[in-house]
């Protein structure tokens, strides 16, 4: 499956975002939750025009209006259709947000439009990530600042042990094959913006649930019935005193113009 397709099913033809948050929130270790954590790196200014690529459900917005910045114009945008709705109708009730679909790649505004750009958990998915990063250069303003949340490389460590031993009978997606990464993602920033610091929030799961694993891993995975039994039994085998415990580290780059 192309990476098109990927995103195709994720995100266009079904809402499959929404059953990883829901995994992630209700046995993540660190219960301040991610999202919490990357909207306190934000740097906001009031009257500050901000966009955001691969807004998703948008979520992240959701009961903050009184840290938001005043007077500023934030538009939530998505590649897919479906997310760009779900954030209209979760965040439509308030007027300083704008909704658009947009792909990164082709960001349809002039040079120097916006003091912020965001684009979180996003750059796995581009195809092009050279002109996507282009792009994101050029409409942000002189010192405008871009903020860009990704996993580490041996987050879900123990999932990818296991698609190790079903990877030929299955494709999956791991952290390992990404080329943006904590550890790789300056590499690749570094060309576009002068300034770049990351930031790292530690974390790891606990689930109790097999069914629950079994259905993150099938929420962004095409796997058929029979090696999903093979998944579930070698699940089985990885809970200790009935808990499966799976490395987590996240982060985010802010990059400055």
């Known amino acids: ?117 965001i684009a979180n958990h996003v750059f796995h998915h581009v195809q092009d990530k050279s002109k996507a990063l282009s792009e994101i250069r050029r409409v942000l303003m002189p010192d405008g600042r871009f903020y860009s949340t990704t996993m580490g490389k041996d987050t879900l460590k123990e999932l990818t042990d296991i698609f190790h031993k079903l990877e030929n009978k299955a494709s999956f997606a791991r952290p390992i094959d990404m080329p943006y990464t904590l550890e790789k993602g300056a590499d690749l920033l570094q060309k576009y913006f002068s300034n770049i610091e990351q930031r790292q929030y530690m974390d790891a799961l606990e689930v109790t649930s097999a069914d629950d694993l079994v259905e993150y891993v099938t929420s962004y995975n095409e796997i058929s019935d029979a090696v999903i039994c093979e998944l579930r039994q070698l699940i089985n085998e990885g809970f200790v005193n009935d808990v499966f415990k799976i490395q987590k580290t996240q982060g985010i780059f802010i990059c400055v113009k």
Not at 45 to 68: F, Q, V
Not at 73 to 92: C, G, H, T, W, Y
């Open 1 to 117: 499956m192309t990476k098109q397709a990927d995103v195709e099913r994720l995100y266009v033809k079904s809402d499959t975002l929404t059953t990883r948050m829901d995994f992630h929130a209700k046995y993540s270790v660190n219960k301040y939750g991610f999202g919490n954590w990357t909207f306190d790196q934000y740097n906001f200014k009031d009257g500050m025009r901000i966009l955001e690529l691969g807004c998703g459900t948008a979520k992240i917005w959701n009961n903050r209006d009184e840290r938001l910045p005043k007077d500023a114009e934030i538009i939530l945008s998505d590649f897919s259709p479906l997310m760009v709705n779900k954030a209209r109708e979760l965040m439509q009730d308030n007027p300083t947000f704008s909704f658009r679909q947009i792909n990164i790649e082709e960001i349809p505004y002039g040079d120097d439009s916006f003091d912020m750009v």
